[in-house]
Protein backbone atom coordinates (compact mmCIF):
# COMPACT_ATOMS: atom_id res chain seq x y z
CA UNK A 1 0.00 0.00 0.00
CA UNK A 2 1.01 3.64 -0.68
CA UNK A 3 -1.34 5.19 1.32
CA UNK A 4 -0.98 8.76 2.19
CA UNK A 5 -2.41 10.67 5.33
CA UNK A 6 -2.80 14.01 5.85
CA UNK A 7 -4.47 16.01 8.55
CA UNK A 8 -6.65 17.95 8.81
CA UNK A 9 -8.59 18.13 5.94
CA UNK A 10 -9.49 21.84 6.14
CA UNK A 11 -8.15 24.55 8.71
CA UNK A 12 -9.09 27.75 8.47
CA UNK A 13 -6.76 30.53 10.82
CA UNK A 14 -6.05 33.77 11.20
CA UNK A 15 -3.19 36.09 9.42
CA UNK A 16 -0.26 36.16 11.33
CA UNK A 17 -1.37 32.43 13.24
CA UNK A 18 1.23 29.23 12.84
CA UNK A 19 0.90 26.40 10.79
CA UNK A 20 1.60 22.56 11.07
CA UNK A 21 0.24 20.86 8.43
CA UNK A 22 1.41 16.82 8.88
CA UNK A 23 1.79 14.11 6.30
CA UNK A 24 2.68 10.11 7.56
CA UNK A 25 2.72 7.54 4.30
CA UNK A 26 2.54 3.81 4.41
CA UNK A 27 4.79 1.78 1.62
CA UNK A 28 8.27 1.28 1.34
CA UNK A 29 10.71 2.65 3.02
CA UNK A 30 12.87 5.78 2.60
CA UNK A 31 10.57 7.21 0.08
CA UNK A 32 11.02 10.42 -1.67
CA UNK A 33 8.77 12.50 0.17
CA UNK A 34 6.78 16.28 -1.61
CA UNK A 35 4.64 18.86 -0.35
CA UNK A 36 2.55 20.71 -2.97
CA UNK A 37 0.49 23.72 -3.10
CA UNK A 38 -2.31 24.21 -5.23
CA UNK A 39 -4.30 27.41 -5.19
CA UNK A 40 -7.68 27.70 -6.70
CA UNK A 41 -8.09 26.29 -10.28
CA UNK A 42 -4.23 26.03 -11.08
CA UNK A 43 -1.61 23.25 -11.41
CA UNK A 44 0.50 22.49 -8.48
CA UNK A 45 3.61 24.00 -7.46
CA UNK A 46 6.50 22.09 -5.73
CA UNK A 47 6.71 23.52 -2.66
CA UNK A 48 9.55 21.08 -0.65
CA UNK A 49 11.27 17.67 -1.63
CA UNK A 50 13.06 15.08 0.68
CA UNK A 51 15.14 12.32 0.35
CA UNK A 52 15.09 11.19 3.77
CA UNK A 53 15.02 12.12 7.21
CA UNK A 54 15.75 15.42 7.88
CA UNK A 55 17.07 16.21 4.39
CA UNK A 56 14.95 19.12 2.98
CA UNK A 57 14.80 20.98 -0.31
CA UNK A 58 13.44 23.83 -1.06
CA UNK A 59 12.01 24.63 -4.12
CA UNK A 60 10.65 28.49 -3.72
CA UNK A 61 10.79 31.18 -1.20
CA UNK A 62 8.00 30.62 1.10
CA UNK A 63 6.87 32.09 4.54
CA UNK A 64 6.94 28.14 5.15
CA UNK A 65 8.96 25.53 6.11
CA UNK A 66 9.25 21.63 5.98
CA UNK A 67 10.56 18.97 8.05
CA UNK A 68 11.29 15.20 8.21
CA UNK A 69 11.98 13.58 11.86
CA UNK A 70 10.62 10.29 10.81
CA UNK A 71 11.16 7.92 7.88
CA UNK A 72 7.88 8.46 7.30
CA UNK A 73 6.86 11.69 8.11
CA UNK A 74 6.65 14.98 6.48
CA UNK A 75 5.73 18.22 7.91
CA UNK A 76 4.71 21.36 6.47
CA UNK A 77 4.81 24.59 9.19
CA UNK A 78 5.26 28.72 9.54
CA UNK A 79 5.41 30.15 11.92
CA UNK A 80 3.10 33.62 10.45
CA UNK A 81 0.49 33.00 8.33
CA UNK A 82 0.04 35.49 5.48
CA UNK A 83 -2.81 35.59 2.94
CA UNK A 84 -1.03 34.52 0.24
CA UNK A 85 -0.47 31.24 2.15
CA UNK A 86 -4.11 29.89 1.58
CA UNK A 87 -4.42 27.22 -0.82
CA UNK A 88 -4.69 23.30 -0.75
CA UNK A 89 -1.51 21.50 0.13
CA UNK A 90 -0.79 18.12 -1.22
CA UNK A 91 1.73 15.90 0.15
CA UNK A 92 2.97 12.92 -2.13
CA UNK A 93 5.30 10.28 -2.18
CA UNK A 94 7.08 9.17 -5.27
CA UNK A 95 6.26 4.99 -5.75
CA UNK A 96 7.40 2.25 -4.32
CA UNK A 97 9.03 -0.64 -6.10
CA UNK A 98 8.30 -2.40 -9.46
CA UNK A 99 6.18 -0.40 -12.21
CA UNK A 100 5.07 2.06 -10.09
CA UNK A 101 8.89 3.54 -9.24
CA UNK A 102 8.19 6.61 -11.37
CA UNK A 103 4.64 7.90 -10.21
CA UNK A 104 3.63 9.52 -7.21
CA UNK A 105 0.67 9.07 -5.04
CA UNK A 106 -1.08 11.72 -3.65
CA UNK A 107 -2.55 12.85 -0.23
CA UNK A 108 -5.88 13.75 0.26
CA UNK A 109 -5.18 17.42 1.18
CA UNK A 110 -5.32 19.91 3.64
CA UNK A 111 -7.72 23.11 2.46
CA UNK A 112 -5.97 26.12 4.05
CA UNK A 113 -8.12 29.53 4.10
CA UNK A 114 -5.75 32.56 6.14
CA UNK A 115 -8.36 35.16 6.97
CA UNK B 1 6.97 28.55 -15.52
CA UNK B 2 5.32 25.74 -15.36
CA UNK B 3 7.41 22.66 -17.42
CA UNK B 4 3.63 21.27 -18.77
CA UNK B 5 0.77 22.95 -20.55
CA UNK B 6 -1.96 21.40 -21.30
CA UNK B 7 -4.64 23.02 -23.67
CA UNK B 8 -7.42 23.97 -23.87
CA UNK B 9 -7.73 25.04 -20.27
CA UNK B 10 -11.33 24.03 -20.31
CA UNK B 11 -13.90 21.33 -22.28
CA UNK B 12 -16.83 20.61 -22.14
CA UNK B 13 -18.55 17.75 -24.12
CA UNK B 14 -21.48 15.18 -23.88
CA UNK B 15 -21.15 11.91 -22.77
CA UNK B 16 -20.12 9.12 -25.51
CA UNK B 17 -17.96 11.87 -27.04
CA UNK B 18 -14.31 11.71 -27.01
CA UNK B 19 -11.85 14.23 -25.09
CA UNK B 20 -8.40 15.06 -26.05
CA UNK B 21 -6.11 17.56 -24.07
CA UNK B 22 -2.82 18.55 -25.21
CA UNK B 23 0.13 19.30 -23.28
CA UNK B 24 3.32 20.78 -24.28
CA UNK B 25 6.69 20.92 -22.19
CA UNK B 26 10.42 22.29 -22.67
CA UNK B 27 12.99 20.26 -21.69
CA UNK B 28 14.24 16.93 -22.07
CA UNK B 29 12.22 14.51 -20.15
CA UNK B 30 12.03 10.73 -18.90
CA UNK B 31 8.84 10.24 -19.02
CA UNK B 32 5.61 11.72 -19.09
CA UNK B 33 2.52 11.24 -17.06
CA UNK B 34 -1.01 11.97 -16.38
CA UNK B 35 -2.85 12.18 -13.59
CA UNK B 36 -6.82 13.04 -12.60
CA UNK B 37 -7.83 15.23 -10.15
CA UNK B 38 -11.49 15.20 -8.60
CA UNK B 39 -12.87 18.84 -7.48
CA UNK B 40 -11.01 19.02 -3.84
CA UNK B 41 -9.46 15.77 -3.85
CA UNK B 42 -5.88 14.42 -4.66
CA UNK B 43 -4.44 13.54 -7.87
CA UNK B 44 -4.43 10.03 -8.93
CA UNK B 45 -1.89 8.50 -11.37
CA UNK B 46 -3.54 7.88 -15.00
CA UNK B 47 -0.79 6.59 -17.06
CA UNK B 48 3.21 7.28 -17.87
CA UNK B 49 4.69 6.82 -21.16
CA UNK B 50 8.39 6.98 -21.77
CA UNK B 51 10.37 8.90 -24.00
CA UNK B 52 10.90 5.98 -26.31
CA UNK B 53 7.32 5.22 -26.25
CA UNK B 54 5.17 6.88 -29.24
CA UNK B 55 1.70 5.56 -28.11
CA UNK B 56 0.31 3.61 -24.80
CA UNK B 57 -2.92 2.38 -24.10
CA UNK B 58 -4.99 1.94 -20.88
CA UNK B 59 -8.45 0.98 -21.05
CA UNK B 60 -10.37 3.94 -22.62
CA UNK B 61 -7.61 5.88 -22.16
CA UNK B 62 -4.75 6.38 -25.08
CA UNK B 63 -2.00 8.56 -24.60
CA UNK B 64 0.78 10.13 -27.57
CA UNK B 65 3.73 11.55 -26.84
CA UNK B 66 6.18 13.49 -29.50
CA UNK B 67 9.42 14.21 -28.36
CA UNK B 68 10.45 15.87 -31.36
CA UNK B 69 7.28 18.94 -30.80
CA UNK B 70 7.88 18.14 -26.61
CA UNK B 71 3.92 17.60 -26.17
CA UNK B 72 1.32 14.78 -25.21
CA UNK B 73 -2.08 14.15 -25.66
CA UNK B 74 -4.30 12.37 -23.51
CA UNK B 75 -7.65 10.93 -24.99
CA UNK B 76 -10.69 9.67 -23.59
CA UNK B 77 -12.81 7.48 -25.22
CA UNK B 78 -16.42 7.05 -25.13
CA UNK B 79 -16.43 10.11 -22.60
CA UNK B 80 -18.92 9.52 -19.10
CA UNK B 81 -19.84 11.70 -16.64
CA UNK B 82 -17.94 10.15 -14.20
CA UNK B 83 -14.67 11.37 -15.60
CA UNK B 84 -15.74 15.04 -15.27
CA UNK B 85 -12.18 15.90 -13.37
CA UNK B 86 -9.13 18.12 -13.62
CA UNK B 87 -6.25 16.30 -16.13
CA UNK B 88 -2.71 17.42 -15.32
CA UNK B 89 0.23 15.86 -17.63
CA UNK B 90 3.18 15.96 -15.82
CA UNK B 91 7.08 15.18 -16.56
CA UNK B 92 10.31 13.70 -14.93
CA UNK B 93 13.16 15.63 -16.30
CA UNK B 94 16.63 14.31 -16.65
CA UNK B 95 18.39 14.68 -13.50
CA UNK B 96 15.82 16.45 -11.83
CA UNK B 97 16.32 14.42 -8.78
CA UNK B 98 12.97 12.89 -9.04
CA UNK B 99 10.70 15.29 -9.23
CA UNK B 100 7.77 15.86 -11.23
CA UNK B 101 6.63 19.06 -12.54
CA UNK B 102 3.18 19.74 -13.43
CA UNK B 103 1.21 21.51 -15.95
CA UNK B 104 -1.50 23.93 -15.23
CA UNK B 105 -4.02 20.91 -16.13
CA UNK B 106 -7.27 21.00 -18.35
CA UNK B 107 -10.38 20.63 -16.75
CA UNK B 108 -12.92 18.31 -18.28
CA UNK B 109 -16.95 18.56 -17.88
CA UNK B 110 -18.74 15.69 -19.42
CA UNK B 111 -22.90 16.49 -19.38
CA UNK B 112 -25.14 13.43 -18.94
Known amino acids: SQTIHQWPATLVQPVGSPLSLECTVEGTSNPNLYWYRQAAGRGLQLLFYSVGIGQISSEVPQNLSASRPQDRQFILSSKKLLLSDSGFYLCARLGGQGGSYNEQFFGPGTRLTVL | SQQGEEDPQALSIQEGENATMNCSYK?????LQWYRQNSGRGLVHLIL?????REKHSGRLRVTLDTSKKSSSLLITASRAADTASYFCATFSRGSARQLTFGSGTQLTVLP
Open chain 2, 49 to 53: IRSNE
Open chain 2, 27 to 31: TSINN
